[in-house]
């Protein structure tokens, strides 16, 4: 096991307090959160009411509204933002701290540029810079679980598979083991694409679709995700693994997916601005469908289930129902991915 650190982590959702938890085991912890109200309070009180009730915050976690002073002496930052935050953030890490290598959390593609989040740090990073050493953290790992030190089995994967490597001697813990990995564009794809059959998976679940269908759901998604991965120079067998197959059976399963949950509450003809006001939380699956849909039809390849999603997510007047017709009215085929 490496030395303790000091570790800066960016963002004070569910997943920044949860990692900020887990590291703090080993390490020091500096968490940012940007809402001074809510960084004061959590200091004070030692809880995450807003994100992460139940969790309390151990000594070595110290709690900041201050950018700066979160990365004041880091040895490494960990961006536990929304995608939609990860280019601000990079950008004001390089600012305040252009050396420090930095880690991103966050899963999702961007659905203006139909960015991965690793296209996003490099085109948030100053060209006048030399290029950042970063990669991505991910897999399955739902939050409140990480918190409370139950088994939990990650990748941290970087172009640079030494880098790669290196970090993961740093932060493997007996409970929350890390496997390194070179392949960012799949790790990244398996990341963001679960997020999308979670949601159809609920809504399957919503509509008593029973569990055949949920089965055939999360193997022909898998095809889906590792056809997308395929199209954006992923490898398929990365998909096999922990950022891919492991993350899409935990995302599609287990209660506490929010993603899934959006699904569940889709099922019910809730509208979806009444569902995510509902949730509280981001629900990475909603922007990540539209992305994934315009990258199939850049790419010319076939999403189904995504599409589907789509359709019940952005179309109001198609009922889950209607959805589901469609889905099952598609013409036989050879299972291919
Ligand atoms: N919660 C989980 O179990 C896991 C979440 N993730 C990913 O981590 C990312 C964050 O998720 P959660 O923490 O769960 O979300 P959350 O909804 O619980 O919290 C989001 C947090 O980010 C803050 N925030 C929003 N925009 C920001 C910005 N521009 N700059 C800084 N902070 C900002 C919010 O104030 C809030 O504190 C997502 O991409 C999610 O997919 C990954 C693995 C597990
Ligand atoms: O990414 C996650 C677990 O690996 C969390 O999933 P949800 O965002 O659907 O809760």
Known sequence: MGAVMRLAV??????GTALAVAMAQRHHVRLWCRDPVQAELMAR??????????????????????????????DLALIVTPLAG?????????????NLPFLWACK??????????????????????????????????FALEVARNLPTAMVLAAADAHWAKHWVEQLHQP???????????????GGALKNVIAIAAGVADGLGCGLNARAALITRGLAE?????????????????????????LTTTGQLSRNRRVGLMLATGKPLAEILAE????????????????????????????????????EPEISAEDVLETLLARDPKFERV
């Not at 139940?54 to 201050?66: I, K, S």
């Not at 409970?175 to 794809?189: I, Q, T």
């Not at 995700?225 to 492991?246: S, V």
């Open 225 to 249: 995700i590792t056809r997308l991965a395929r199209a954006l120079g992923g490898r398929d067998e990365t998909l096999m693994g922990l950022a891919g197959m492991g993350d899409l059976i």
């Open 45 to 74: 009180e030692r809880h995450n009411h807003r994100y992460l009730p139940d969790v309390v915050l151990p000594e070595a976690v110290r709690v900041t509204a201050n950018f700066s002073e979160a990365l004041a002496g880091a």
């Open 10 to 15: 960016l963002g004070a959702g569910a997943w």
């Open 86 to 98: 990860l280019g601000a953030t990079v950008a004001a890490l390089a600012r305040e701290r252009p």
């Open 175 to 189: 409970r929350l083991r890390l496997y390194a990995h070179d392949d960012v564009v799949g790790a990244e794809v």
């Open 279 to 314: 949730l509280g939380h981001v629900a990475e699956g909603v922007p990540t469908t539209r992305a994934a849909v315009a990258l199939a039809h850049r790419h010319g390849i076939e999403l189904p289930i995504a599409e589907a999603v789509h359709r019940l997510l952005f």
């Open 108 to 141: 999702g593609i961007d659905p203006q540029r139909l960015a991965l989040p690793h296209r996003i740090v490099a085109e948030s990073w100053p060209a006048s810079l030399p290029p950042p050493r970063a990669g991505v953290l991910t897999g399955p790992s």
